[in-house]
């Protein structure tokens, strides 16, 4: 019996009250490009909404119905939010180290995740863009294309993120809105019979993983001019890492470099996140600005995702994906890349990364374990942090004794790139602006440049070239003088004052 | 004792007194129900139960078997019917099954898929219900009530207490617990009580428990409601389990 009311496939028909803030993300991606007295671009505002109205939605919601209720946050990535919030509600029932049965099955869901989002996001939505280039003919550009043109590329793309769908369903007990993590721990475990099936297939995935980061670096050494300078701006980069300063998705402690690959701090222990990142709100955005409270406001703002991660760790714990990292920063010669469609490449090494733990782990007796939940002193205040496939997720709760929730804070890895992406936009627009027209070709390169961030914003995830994005170009004098769209069938119109 | 009527054409043995869907869930046969509970006198008020008996409408828990009766319940007609009644359930309070932790056990949703519900068709309430967390050991979400006020016959007819009461008339009725601050924790309920395992949706919860259950494991993941004359006693289980 298939359960077709909990997929909520449209949950906007079962309750708005609870909707309303997340089908907000629907919609066109609203960039306006400001020029100076001399016609240049001064800057550039990407204009996205957030998912603010979610916080006061939990509030008054018993915490352990939080790490399931808050993956209606993102229908990309359901699964960080599930475990971000479980890591939090982990503090508030005392479950300060969980058993390794459960520790391992999360980890398990959360490198499935991964896999799919990454295969995901380079398969589906980008390779069809990198294969073909920017500017070739948008009928061709999508999967369909890929599948013509490169079978095997396409097929395989399919087959990965299948599997990390495989892994997720088994270890949350569905594909989308599992329930396995709870408070303290697991409700499964794997039975042996679900370990075998996996086990059979993820020797294909490790090696179709590799060939994925051997194609993304090929790409990139194809075009070097283009690869290292489209969108490029300088900023820092965080992410969690673990105590020895290895690569980990599931948990760890905080670093930030400058721009310069520095270290700016190290080791921090997550809870006092709000030391540490400060959020800034302007009035033309409903996503805040978090920065770094260090650098201030105007210098603080960071990178994070795969190419923070790659580059902010020391090394990555299974060997061929470090193999592919010491390859990926020797490529800059030891300086950090801020090359957002260097983007591609640090995300198929993750996802090689990835591929590689879900094997260690399925070799792994605990994962079949039976100890599965554990708890100890009740606490009122619990922090999760996890590095999501577009980077660190921060979820923030505070409960009170009746077991409610009575705030709650996140900041998803979007909204930590919310300056960058700007910045990247700004750069982009200085370098194909010519005059006062908007073209198309102008609104694809934005588009690329908005999409190597895999931002979670339902527009970003139409299929290629026809994200739905609407640019506005406003002079000095704050006069519109051009509006120009696509629309989510494709379709291009113009709105000249 | 050995009198009989046709459910669907197959005969159904009864006793004395007993109504048509009593005898039903004796005999082991299925006829859709969300207010009914073996253990309670009937309240008649869902009509989810109704049947065609000898070609007029009744509701099946509240009306006496007769000797040679004949009764229809599974027929396109009446599971229209009562599909319907289902989608107004759903519209008047607020059930987000996806995020709820009686998914999978809860009688309400296991009747919405029998019946092939797949949308709830009709414009939402969205009610606002605020929930009780009063208590130290239960969780009243409200918003999930369907007032089948077996809460309140079990409270007052096996625990003795009156913990909760319908209030209010019409579209307006509403559960309230039944003291003076209108608060749980300031009625004598305790989770042990019957009252505590008889919601048939989740309303009435045990504290921290939520999703220990995994996917496969549920209630009706095991079966479709439709497979057993009455799954009351394998929910009253699981809320059972840990308290
Ligand atoms: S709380 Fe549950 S048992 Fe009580 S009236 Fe509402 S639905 Fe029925
Ligand atoms: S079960 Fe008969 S009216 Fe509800």
């Not at chain 1, 671009?41 to 209720?69: A, D, S, T």
């Not at chain 1, 996001?121 to 990198?130: A, K, Q, R, T, V």
């Not at chain 1, 939940?373 to 205040?381: F, H, I, L, N, S």
């Not at chain 2, 309070?93 to 809860?106: I, M, R």
Request: charged share 25%; proline share 5%.
């Amino acid at each position: 019996m298939t359960y077709g009311l909990e997929t909520a496939e449209h949950p906007e028909k079962l309750r708005r009250v609870a909707i309303d803030p997340v089908s907000r993300v629907e919609g066109h991606g609203k960039v306006t490009i400001l020029l100076d007295d001399e016609g240049k671009v001064r800057q550039v505002r990407l204009h996205v909404v957030e998912f603010r109205g979610f916080e006061r939605f939990i509030q008054g919601r018993p915490y352990w119905e939080v790490p399931v209720m808050v993956q209606r946050l993102c229908g990309i990535c359901p699964v960080s939010h599930h475990l971000a919030a479980s890591k939090a509600m982990d503090a508030i029932v005392g479950a300060h180290r969980l058993t390794p049965a459960a520790e391992k099955i999360r980890r398990l869901m959360h490198y499935g995740q991964m896999l799919q989002s990454h295969a995901l996001h380079f398969f589906h939505l980008c390779s069809p863009d990198l294969l073909f280039g920017f500017a070739s003919d948008v009928a061709r550009r999508n999967i369909v294309g890929v599948a013509a043109a490169h079978p095997e590329t396409a097929r395989r793309g399919v087959l990965l993120r299948r599997f990390g769908q495989e892994v997720i369903r088994l270890t949350a007990g569905k594909r989308i809105h599992g329930t396995g993590s709870i408070p303290g721990g697991v409700n499964k475990a794997l039975s042996a019979e679900e370990r075998a099936a996996l086990l059979a297939d993820i020797y294909d995935m490790v090696a179709w993983s590799r060939d994925a980061v051997a194609l993304a670096k090929e790409l990139h050494g194809k075009d070097p001019a283009l690869y290292n300078s489209f969108g490029v701006f300088r900023s820092g980069f965080m992410s969690l890492v673990a105590p020895d300063g290895a690569m980990d998705f599931y948990d760890g402690r905080l670093r930030a470099r400058d721009d310069a690959g520095d270290i700016l701090f190290d080791q921090v222990d997550y809870r006092d996140y709000r030391t540490y990142i400060r959020e800034e709100v302007k009035p033309w955005s409903y996503m805040k600005f978090p920065f770094l409270a260090q650098l201030g406001a105007e210098k603080g703002w960071y990178k994070v995702g795969p190419l923070a991660r790659v580059q902010n760790c020391d090394h990555i714990p299974t060997p061929l994906a470090d193999a592919e990292r010491r390859e990926f920063v020797d490529y800059a010669g030891g300086a950090p890349i801020h090359a957002p469609l260097a983007y591609h490449w640090a995300r198929m090494i993750e996802m090689l990364h990835a591929a590689e733990t879900i094997k260690d782990l399925l070799h792994d007796d605990d994962i079949v374990g039976d100890d599965l939940v554990c708890t100890g002193e009740r606490a009122r205040e619990g922090v999760g942090v996890i590095e999501a496939p577009r980077g660190t997720l921060i979820h923030h709760y505070r409960v009170d004794d009746d077991d409610l929730v009575t705030m709650c804070n996140l900041i998803v890895s979007t909204t930590h790139n919310n300056q960058a992406m700007n910045e990247a936009i700004r750069h982009v627009a200085k370098r194909y602006l010519s005059g006062h027209e908007l073209t198309e070709g102008l609104l694809n390169h934005i588009e690329v440049a908005i999409r190597a961030f895999d931002p979670c914003l339902s527009c970003a995830t139409h299929a290629l070239g026809k994200m739905a994005l609407e640019v506005t170009l406003v002079d000095a004098g704050g006069a519109e003088v051009d509006r120009l769209a696509r629309h989510g069938d494709g379709r291009v119109s113009r709105d000249r004052p | 004792m050995n009198a009989t009527f046709t459910l669907d054409g197959r005969p159904v043995a009864f006793s004395e007194g007993q109504t048509i869907l009593q005898a039903a869930v004796a005999a082991g046969a299925y006829i859709p129900h969300l207010c009914f509970h073996p253990d309670f006198k009937p309240h008649g008020s869902c009509k989810v139960c109704t049947v065609k008996v000898g070609g007029r409408h009744a509701a099946s828990c509240t009306t006496r078997a007769t000797a040679g009766a004949v009764v229809e319940s599974d027929t396109p007609e009446l599971n229209a019917e009562r599909r319907a009644l289902v989608q107004m359930l759903f519209v008047e309070g607020n059930h987000f099954c996806p995020s709820c932790e009686k998914s999978g056990d809860c009688k309400l949703q296991a009747t919405a898929y029998d019946l092939g519900m797949s949308t709830p068709h009709f414009d939402h309430f969205y009610p606002d219900r605020p929930v009780d967390a009063s208590h130290p050991d239960m969780l009243l979400d409200f918003n999930r009530c369907i007032l089948c006020s077996l809460c309140v016959r079990a409270s007052r007819d096996v625990d003795g207490k009156n913990v909760f009461a319908l209030a209010g008339r019409g579209i307006r009725t509403r559960l309230i617990a039944n003291s003076r601050t209108g608060r749980l924790v300031d009625t004598s309920f305790s989770h042990q009580d019957k009252a505590a395992h008889v919601c048939p949706v989740g309303v009435i919860l045990h504290k921290r428990r939520g999703f220990e259950t995994p996917f496969g494991s549920r209630v009706f993941d095991r079966k479709p409601i439709s497979a057993r004359a009455d799954s009351t006693a394998e929910i009253a289980a699981v809320e059972a389990d840990g308290s």
